[in-house]
Every structure is written in C-alpha cells, then in structure tokens.
C-alpha cells in the first residue's frame, strides 16, 4: 500500500505540472496605412560596361571509342567457266632402233623319228 501512495503523488505531480505552461503574449504591430503615390524620380544614370570575361581552357580529348562488331561473312560467289578444250599435242619423236642381238648358238642335230613341223601364220 506504501508503494501505490508513492505512485499517486508521483502522478498528480507529473500531471499537474504538463497543466503549467506560461502564456506568450504578441503585442500588436502598427499597420501602416499608404498615403496618395508621390510623382516619379528622375532615370536613373547607364551602369558602366563590366569587364570582358577571359577564355576557358580547352576541354580534354574524349576517350577512345568502343571497336565495332566484325561484318558478316559475304556470299559465296558463283563458279566461273568451264575453261576451253586444249589443242591436240605434237607427235613424239620416233625412238632410236635396238642393236642387232647375238647369234644364238648351235642346236643338237635331231634324231630321226617324228619331226613337229610348225607352220607361222601369215600376214
């Protein structure tokens, strides 16, 4: 019970004190009421001409830029013509004639009985 006494006067403090505030009083400003417009001054003088501004320096060179992409590949092209028939070429050189062959040797002379006698064709 000792604790709750604490807590409502702890309470009431904090609650009286938020009602506390002072007030701000704004004095009223004086409201300045025109009066009938005056006649129009004289031109004012032409200013003096300002001071030519100097040349910037030139910018820096851009970077390089990007390579293109690599064209495509082109068509084939059609196949040409058929190339002409050569001419017919020389006759050759007749070759050189052999030497004469040796001379065979001697047969056996044949002994009597049947003889084959063999007849070459004729041309």
Known sequence: MNHSIVFAAVVATLALSACERPVVVTAPV????????????????????????????????????????????GATGDTGATGNTGRPGSTGYTGATGDTGATGADGKRGATGNTVVIVPASK
């Open 30 to 73: 004086g409201v300045a009421v025109p009066g009938p417009a005056g006649p129009a001054g004289p031109a004012g003088a032409t200013g003096a001409v300002g001071a030519q501004a100097e040349k910037g320096e030139t910018g820096a060179t851009g970077a390089t830029g990007y390579t293109g992409a690599t064209g495509y590949t």
